[in-house]
C-alpha cells in the first residue's frame, strides 16, 4: 500500500489536505471519507472504519475541508463552500483509476455532503453510504430520502442529533439499515467509559465488515 496525496482544489482556490491510501492495481474500489466540523478522519469512529476498508482492499481517500485548513469555525454560512469541497474531491478521485465501485462515508457535517453527492453525481450510483452521527433534521431528511444506494446509518442513543420521531419520517422515504448504539455520544463514545467506547469501535467495524 502507498500512502500519498492527489490533487483538490478546495472552494476558496486552494489545494485540500487529503491523504490517499492507494493498494496499487489490485483495488476492489475506492472509499472516501467527509470528517465531521470538528472531528478528523483520524479520530477513532473514522480511523477504525478506514482500517477496516483497507483491509478489504479499498483504495480510500480522506480529507480537510476548506474552512479547517484555514483555521475556522463552522457556521451555516459554510456548508455551500464545504459541498463544493466534497464535489472536487469527488471529481478529482474518480479520475485516479477506472474506479466502479464507491463506498462513501461521512460523520456529522460530513453526513450531509453524502447526501448531497449521492443524488448529484450519476457516477456514484453504483456505491454504498456509510453514515456515522448523521445530522436528522428535516433538511437532512428532505434529501436523504433521495438517495437511492445502499444505506448503513450509526448513531448513539446520547448524540443530540439521535431524534427517533425524524428517524421514523425518513424510513417512510428510503429504505436503510440503522444501528442505534446505546449510551454513545456525538462521537461514538460513552463518556467516563473507556473500554465501553472500545467495544462500540468493535461493533462499528463489524457491522461496517457486514454492510461492504
Known amino acids: 500500500m ?15 489536505n487529503n491523504s490517499y491510501f492507494s493498494m ?10 467527509f470528517p465531521g466540523a470538528g472531528y478528523t478522519c483520524d479520530m477513532p469512529a473514522l480511523y477504525y472504519p478506514r482500517k477496516v476498508l483497507l483491509s478489504k482492499g479499498y483504495d480510500v481517500l480522506t ?11 463552522f457556521g451555516r454560512e459554510t456548508m455551500k463552500s464545504v459541498l463544493i469541497d466534497g464535489e472536487n474531491a ?14 462513501l462515508v461521512g460523520k456529522s457535517l460530513g453526513s450531509r455532503v453524502l447526501s448531497h453527492l449521492l443524488v448529484s453525481y450519476p457516477q456514484l450510483s453504483n456505491s454504498k453510504a456509510i453514515y456515522l452521527t ?16 445502499e444505506t448503513l446509518m450509526v448513531i448513539g442513543t446520547e448524540d443530540q442529533f439521535y431524534v427517533p420521531e425524524l428517524i421514523e419520517e425518513l424510513k417512510k422515504e428510503k429504505d436503510f439499515k ?10 461514538l463514545e460513552v463518556q467516563g467509559d473507556c473500554l465501553k467506547s472500545i467495544d462500540l469501535q468493535k461493533t462499528i467495524c463489524k457491522e461496517i465488515d457486514d454492510f461492504i
Open 2 to 16: 502507498e500512502i500519498s496525496s492527489i490533487k483538490i482544489i478546495g472552494s476558496e482556490g486552494f489545494q485540500l
Open 24 to 33: 496499487g492495481d489490485n483495488f476492489k474500489g475506492l472509499a472516501i471519507f
Open 63 to 73: 480529507l480537510e475541508y476548506s474552512f479547517q485548513k484555514e483555521g475556522k469555525m
Open 90 to 103: 469527488v471529481k478529482s478521485a474518480i479520475n485516479e483509476k477506472p474506479y466502479e465501485n464507491f463506498i
Open 134 to 149: 448523521p445530522v436528522y433534521s428535516e433538511d437532512f431528511n428532505r434529501i436523504t430520502g433521495k438517495v437511492e444506494q
Open 178 to 187: 440503522l444501528v442505534v448504539l446505546d449510551k454513545a455520544d456525538h462521537g
